[in-house]
């Protein structure tokens, strides 16, 4: 036989010792602060959000002010087309008396104002009275228009 520790390879059986990996520890880097201690994009995100209000309310303020000269023009304008209006109804109401017409008929159309001798009377001391002329025949389609001509005078209630 062989010795015995050629013939057995007893360190198959031994208890390995395994290499661990070496762990290398980093610091974790701190997040950069200003002299307020707030980081920089806060601060670049605050600012654009105040330059953002800020133009917001400009342009508002602008457009209030366009909003309001338009108004004020159109006051103006109103307040000058009412006194137009005013202005133009006293003509018409001076156009349209009855002096204005009497002296538009005499001077412009060669009317006169009407004399007595120019008047009739016409005495109507009859009552009104219509008559009217049977122009249908006694024929038999005169005699059924009368009949659906009756018919439709008692149904028109």
């Known amino acids: 036989m062989a010795s015995g520790s050629q ?61 309001s000269a338009e108004i004020t023009s159109a006051t103006a304008e109103l307040e000058q087309l009412e006194n137009e209006n005013a202005r133009l109804n006293r003509e018409l109401d001076a156009k349209m008396s009855n002096e204005a017409i009497a ?13 007595n001798y120019q008047v009739a009377y016409v005495n109507l001391s009859s009552q009104d009275v219509v008559t009217a002329k049977n122009s249908g025949g006694t024929g038999i389609f005169a005699i059924i228009g009368q009949v659906i001509t009756k018919i439709q005078e008692y149904l028109k209630f």
């Open 7 to 67: 013939a057995y390879d007893l360190s198959r059986y031994e208890p390995k010792v395994v290499e661990q990996p070496k762990v290398r520890v980093v610091k974790r880097a701190q997040p950069v602060k200003s002299v307020y201690g707030v980081r920089p994009i806060t601060l670049v995100m605050v600012a654009m959000i105040v330059v953002s209000v800020t133009a917001l309310l400009l342009y508002n303020n602008a457009m209030i002010a366009e909003v």
């Open 103 to 115: 002296e538009t008929a005499v001077n412009e159309l060669g009317l006169s104002k009407l004399e």
